[in-house]
């Protein structure tokens, strides 16, 4: 078959893109990753066969991304991989490429046979890759015919994680693969039930839960990218403030520069940790509005009575401090809009086109305010 042949034949991907290079032929991922234990004989070829047990190496990159630490590169090869010993009735399980989400899938899988087909999410997790689209038709369809995963099951059913639906058409999927998606439980964890029920979900495997548990986990990565963007801040404000005061370098860091410094750290604090825990029981329904008020909280605690650091401070600087770290928590505050389950797409974008022009403002409002006071100083 020539090129033009073969682009008419992909003709049917959504929005007419232009195929990829390499799109659809033949690959299987490398048997050289450290969690490959062996391959496992296929008609397409020797498949890498993967063990249920995450080793120590596992969890330490677990711990590792969980802090934010080499996340955008702790990825899986795309492609077809082997769990126990599966065969042609085996069932098909699908999975992003990122390594926690493959690891939590293949874990769940202990004591089984089974096909896990990886698509190339660019190292992201399912849910949000499914909003980015790399968890999508096109990828899916790619995946099923690179693998060639018609010569190696006899079936035609892929079990896809429910939360990959918002990037899939499975209508499109069957049209143009054969393989019938069926849409699996939430979460992972009730895998065993679902294939042991005949691939059936009971309704409470429909719902996605946040319970403080799933929000304690997002803590230490959402922290570190808050302490990302404050601690520029931080060193701007203490600079800023030792060249301008009219004490010591020393002095005026001290006095002038520390307590914007504060603020900075209780809006991420604020933002980061407090949002997230008391999530169901601070006021209001928009994540910028809670980000706020448990900013307002933790200023109250430590700037009650205008006398921080033992020193008498005017209200322009008071009130640069208030707006600074009000600005910077309710901003940290609603970047957990993307990771809960008490939001909609439509209620994100409506939420940060009224709340990012009033954040940018307190902030600038903030620092100007601060500004004026040193010179008032």
Same mark, same amino acid.
């Given at each position: ?49 993967? +063990? ?9 990159? *677990? ?9 955008? *590169? ?7 991989y082997?769990?126990?010993n ?8 699908? $999975? ?22 990886? !698509? #190339?999410?660019k ?9 980015k ?7 899916? !369809?790619?995946?099923i015919?690179a ?8 079936h ?7 939360l ?6 499975? *209508?499109a /999927?069957?049209?143009? $693969? ?15 039930? =679902?294939? #042991? ?26 922290l ?37 410094? %504060?603020? /900075? ?6 933002g980061?940790i ?9 006021? +209001?329904?928009? =994540? ?29 600087e ?19 809009t ?6 909609? %797409?439509?209620?994100?974008?409506k939420?940060m086109?009224?709340?990012?022009p009033?954040?940018?403002?307190? !902030? /600038? ?7 004026i ?5």
């Amino acid at each position: 078959m020539n090129q033009t042949s073969t682009d008419n034949a992909m003709a049917f991907l959504p929005m007419a893109k232009k195929i990829p290079a390499g799109a659809g032929e033949f690959r299987l991922p490398s048997a050289d990753q450290p969690f490959v234990q062996g391959t496992v004989a296929t008609p397409a070829g020797p498949v890498p066969q993967v +063990g249920t047990a995450l080793s120590r190496q596992d969890l330490y990159g *677990h711990f590792r991304v969980r802090w934010n630490i080499g996340r955008n *590169h702790f990825m899986v090869e795309p492609g077809l991989y082997a769990v126990g010993n599966p065969n042609a009735d085996s069932p098909v399980l699908t $999975s992003a490429n990122y390594k926690m989400s493959f690891d939590l899938l293949r874990q769940a899988l202990a004591g089984r046979d089974a096909w896990i087909l990886v !698509l #190339d999410t660019k190292g992201v997790n399912v849910w949000c890759a499914a909003g980015k689209g790399t968890f999508g038709t096109e990828e899916m !369809l790619d995946r099923i015919k690179a693998s060639r995963l018609h010569e190696i099951v006899a079936h035609q059913k892929l079990i896809v994680p429910q939360l990959g639906a918002p990037g899939l058409e499975a *209508h499109a /999927v069957k049209k143009y $693969s054969g393989f019938t998606i069926i849409y699996g439980p939430v979460s992972v964890a009730d895998i065993p039930n =679902f294939l #042991d029920n005949d691939c059936q979900a009971g309704p409470e495997m429909r719902i996605k839960k946040f319970p403080l548990r799933d929000r304690i986990v997002l803590v230490p990565v959402e922290l570190m990218q808050g302490l990302k963007q404050g601690i520029p801040f931080m060193f701007v404000f203490l600079l800023i403030a030792g060249l301008a005061g009219k004490e010591s370098f020393a002095e005026a860091v001290r006095i002038h520069g520390l307590p914007p410094v %504060l603020s /900075v750290l209780l809006a991420i604090i604020a933002g980061n940790i407090l949002t997230p825990l008391l999530l169901p029981w601070l006021p +209001g329904r928009a =994540f910028s509005v809670k980000g706020a008020i448990a900013g307002l909280v933790l200023f109250v605690i430590f700037f009650t009575g205008a006398t921080a650091f033992s020193i008498q401070y005017s209200l322009t600087e008071q009130a640069s401090w208030l707006l600074i770290t009000l600005a910077i928590s309710s901003w940290l505050g609603m970047a957990f809009t993307g990771a809960s389950t008490f939001t909609s %797409l439509n209620g994100v974008k409506k939420e940060m086109l009224r709340a990012m022009p009033l954040q940018f403002f307190s !902030l /600038v409002v903030g620092v100007i305010l601060w500004g004026i006071s040193l010179r008032m100083s």
